[in-house]
Each structure stands twice: as C-alpha cells, then as structure tokens.
C-alpha cells in the first residue's frame, strides 16, 4: 500500500512544482488581497524579462490610453498587444492586460479597413470587388467599427425587372473610399 501513495505523491508535487501562475480573473481579485492582506493595494501583473506573472501589494497605478503596466521590476508602460487595445486610461485595479481585444473582419463579404492600433478598435469594410455592401448604412461612409455598430453586409444582385444588375461588372466603386454605388 505504502509503495502505490508514493508514486502519486511524487506525481502531485511534480504537478506544483510546473505551475505556472496566471493572474486571477478580475473578479478574483478581492479575494486574492483577503489572502495577502492587501486591501485594496493587490496588484497582479506581467513581470519582464521573465515573461511570468507576480501578485504583489504593492498598490494601484493608471497608465496611459493605448498601453498597460507591467513590472521591471517596478511598475513600467508596456504596449498592448496587436490583437488588443486600451481606450481608456490603464488601471491595475482588476486588470493585468488592456482591456479590449480587437474584432475581426471575418463575417461574409467583409475585409478589414484598418487594422486598429492600441488605442482604437479594427474597422471593417464590405468588399466593393466582390459586390458587397453594408446592410444598414454605418456612421462612415467606408467602414464601420464593429464593437459601436452593425458591419454586416451583404452582396448586391440583380433585379432583372428594373433592368438593374448591379455587378461589380455594371457597378461603379466610389473613388473617395471605393464604396459600390449600383449604376442605374
């Protein structure tokens, strides 16, 4: 008996030594600074170079809009990564990472307009080459933002009573930002 607990017991302290710790969800983080004693000073965030994470209570701090905090060894600006981005000023309270991640252009007949920065969100545009166009008109008249509105499209077809066959073929591309305008 003795013999088959030890091997499970060397298991579970291999498995505690190859943690790896992730900061806790957001709503977490009260709990964590009960158990650090922290109050309202626990912070949990990407430690450089070590590419590894660090609970600590060393207290809150706000970043710039466009970027985040990480520790080195101190609190230091860090660049949101290109797939996420950061509107608003960085605060270390609940958050380890910038708070958004940016859309995809990936629905049927759209391509991505601009691929966003760290301060803003990707913008979509339906593909005029392929006959697409928005379903509902977005606030611009070239693209539209998809975490403020619609980006839905749709391909234009012909209406063979109205003699209007709006293909790219027999459709005209708006030069300003290459939107179709199906030609009478």
């Given at each position: 008996m003795k013999t088959a607990v030890l091997p499970w017991f060397l298991q579970v302290i291999s498995v505690t030594f190859a943690y790896?710790?992730?900061?806790?969800?957001?709503?977490?983080?009260?709990?964590?600074?009960?158990?650090?004693?922290?109050?309202?000073?626990?912070?949990?965030?990407?430690?450089?170079?070590?590419?590894s994470y660090r609970e600590t209570c060393d207290g809150l701090d706000i970043s710039n809009i466009g970027s985040k905090l990480i520790f080195q060894p101190?609190?230091?600006?860090?660049?949101?990564?290109?797939?996420?981005?950061?509107?608003?000023?960085?605060?270390?309270?609940?958050?380890?990472?910038?708070?958004?991640?940016?859309?995809?252009?990936?629905e049927e007949g759209q391509i991505v307009y601009h691929?966003?920065?760290?301060?803003?969100d990707t913008t979509?545009?339906?593909?005029?080459?392929?006959g697409y166009i928005f379903v509902s008109k977005p606030e611009h008249n070239c693209y539209?933002?998809?975490?403020?509105?619609?980006?839905?499209?749709?391909?234009?077809?012909?209406?063979?009573?109205?003699?209007?066959?709006?293909?790219?073929g027999n459709a005209v591309l708006n030069i300003s930002c290459e939107e179709i305008i199906a030609r009478p």
């Open positions: 790896e710790l992730k900061c806790p969800a957001p709503g977490h983080w009260r709990l964590r600074a009960r158990k650090f004693y922290c109050g309202q000073s626990y912070v949990c965030l990407l430690r450089s170079p070590e590419n101190y609190f230091n600006k860090a660049d949101c990564s290109y797939k996420r981005y950061q509107p608003f000023p960085f605060s270390t309270d609940g958050h380890n990472n910038c708070v958004y991640q940016k859309s995809f252009c990936n691929e966003g920065s760290m301060r803003n979509c545009r339906c593909d005029p080459l392929d539209c933002i998809p975490s403020k509105e619609d980006c839905a499209c749709r391909k234009l077809t012909c209406d063979y009573k109205d003699n209007l066959c709006p293909y790219v």
